[in-house]
């Protein structure tokens, strides 16, 4: 989306900020390039240095520019956006039904990142909570029922950063039947909840998914590896068997400059025998 540069009588900051928004905008300042420095800056405008660091940590809030103390500011380059679309949900149901071997080779983390897990250092951790009044009401079951809590984190190897970070859960009423559902030491599991679910007589009918944004903390952008003024995506999912009962939720948390949503319809075809418009009539 283009930044719209705040518009009126604007204080001398907001001023520089279009400026230099505009100049970014255009192409004049590429990414990686140096931004004038703050002296340049002040005479250019005739203000105060403070002046000048407001302009900078407005751009920088927006996410077009990067700096840290002791080196010069320079326009931002956007990270690479990973694709996070729901095509994978029918295979990965097709997929619970093959051999282990060929599920182990194409999981849930391979679908939803692109990268093979070897690429990755995946982290499991399984805990037993009492269901809060917001999750009971999302499952329709008592407040306090025993739930199945899973945070799942993968991260890249050589930064440290984070690539991805959920948490889902699972009234262990549904899953009790099978004991290695409650053990995280089985992940990663080949074939993903999808196959975990089907091993209690648990076939998936539907997903909802919401999304909303967060500002994320201080310690979320360290994690990351995130510039500041970047929000998060929190894609909430009910996952719904063919009873129409909400079996597994789960939150998942995504940085909005590396991520693009991609959703589907697909539209059922008119019959062949449809009206067909007459221009001649119009629209009676």
Request: proline share 8%; aromatic share 6%; glycine share 8%.
């Amino acid at each position: 989306m283009r930044a719209e540069p705040a518009t009126g009588v604007l204080p001398v900051h907001h001023q520089i900020a279009n400026d230099l928004r505009e100049r970014i905008q255009s192409g004049e300042l590429r990414p990686g390039d140096r931004l004038p420095t703050i002296g340049a800056l002040q005479q250019a405008w005739s203000c105060a240095d403070g002046v000048v660091r407001e302009a900078l940590g407005v751009l920088r809030a927006e996410g077009l520019i990067t700096s840290s103390r002791g080196k010069p500011s320079t326009v931002r380059t956007p990270p690479t956006r990973a694709k996070l679309w729901t095509g994978f949900a029918q295979e990965q149901k097709d997929l619970a039904l093959r051999p282990r071997a060929e599920r182990a080779k194409r999981g849930a983390i391979e679908m939803i990142s692109g990268v093979p897990i070897e690429e990755v250092i995946p982290t499991t951790r399984y805990e037993i909570i009492p269901a809060s009044a917001e999750l009971a009401k999302e499952f329709s079951i008592p407040e306090g029922s025993d739930l199945c809590q899973r945070t799942y984190e993968m991260t890249e190897p050589k930064s440290g950063h984070r690539l991805s970070f959920s948490i889902s859960y699972i009234p262990v009423e549904l899953i009790h039947g099978n004991p290695d559902l409650l053990d995280e030491t089985k992940e990663p599991w080949p074939g993903g909840h999808t196959h975990q679910l089907y091993t209690v007589g648990i076939e998936l009918g539907k997903f909802v998914r919401s999304v909303i944004a967060e500002q994320p903390t201080a310690g979320d952008r360290q994690r990351w590896g995130m510039e500041e003024g970047i929000p998060m995506l929190r894609t909430r999912t009910q996952s719904i068997d063919i009873n129409d009962r909400v079996v597994e939720v789960s939150d998942a948390w995504y940085p909005a400059d590396r991520t693009e949503l991609v959703f589907t319809e697909t539209l059922t075809r008119w019959p062949e025998d449809h009206p067909r418009f007459d221009l001649e009539k119009g629209d009676l």
